[in-house]
């Protein structure tokens, strides 16, 4: 019998390789008339105003970065500018190898998953067309939820989607946001995964006073899931993110 019910996951950097911003974003700058250096700081500094939702619509939080920025751009560029960063935050996205096996293996020794992600706007709307979302029970984004890691709300509404119960659920995560400690606190059992690549990876608010249990690949997590096998706890690790 399994330990857990459910095991959920922290989408960029965990499900997916390392992120950086790629060349794509260049395009996204130039049509919104503002130079790429300016506009990366403004995404930098404002991710989780723009990860809560709170700005509205794609468009709207688009305009309101614009403004943070100092440029004004046309409505037409708007609209532009989002479909340009859509494909950019798409191409920067690699799912893992191992990602789609794990999760097939997961679900067929009769463990639930899902995904908790602080993201924006384009991560929901391009996820339903990647390998991994038919093995997802439940998808949980902080853009449509409100708030952001570690606000316990992400974590307890995958949970009342799932009908669990926190102590039920593990939770794996490269430990952006302060994301680990966020589960740990929701009453979940959190797990790092630090691979390798992760030590170029883009990072918010990393945990890096997590000191508990500690996966280097997603190959580890279906045994930790059936069978709660011990894994190193406090190791050195590298940071890990939030979403691009």
């Not at 794509?24 to 700058?29: F, I």
């Not at 902080?142 to 708030?147: A, D, H, I, L, T």
């Not at 966020?182 to 995964?193: E, H």
Request: glycine letters at 8%; aromatic letters at 6%.
């Amino acid at each position: 019998m399994s330990t857990y019910q459910a095991v959920l996951f922290d989408f960029f950097g965990t499900l997916t390789r390392s992120v950086q911003r790629g060349v794509a974003h260049r395009s996204t700058a130039e049509l919104l008339g503002c130079p790429p250096d300016a506009l990366v700081d403004v995404l930098d500094r404002t991710f989780y105003q723009r990860a809560s939702g709170r700005l509205g619509s794609a468009e709207a939080t688009l305009r309101w970065v614009c403004e943070q920025a100092g440029v004004h751009p046309s409505e037409s560029a708007v609209r532009a500018a989002v479909a340009s960063r859509h494909r950019a935050v798409r191409a920067d996205t690699r799912l893992r190898d191992e990602a789609v096996p794990m999760l097939a293996e997961l679900r067929r020794r009769g463990l639930r998953t899902g995904v908790i992600s602080d993201c924006t706007h384009e991560l929901p709307a391009f996820l339903p067309q990647l390998p991994v979302a038919p093995l997802l029970d439940v998808r949980v984004f902080s853009v449509q939820v409100g708030c952001c890691k570690p606000d316990p709300a992400l974590y307890l509404a995958a949970c009342r989607r799932l009908r669990l119960e926190p102590a039920d659920c593990l939770y794996v995560g490269d430990g952006g946001s302060q994301e680990l400690t966020g589960a740990d606190r929701a009453g979940m059992t959190a797990v790092r995964l630090a691979a390798p690549d992760l030590a170029d990876h883009m990072v918010f608010n990393s945990d890096d006073a997590w000191i508990g249990p500690v996966l280097r690949s997603l190959d580890q997590v279906v045994d930790l899931a059936v069978t709660g096998t011990a894994v190193p706890a406090g190791a050195p690790v590298p940071a890990g993110c939030a979403a691009p």
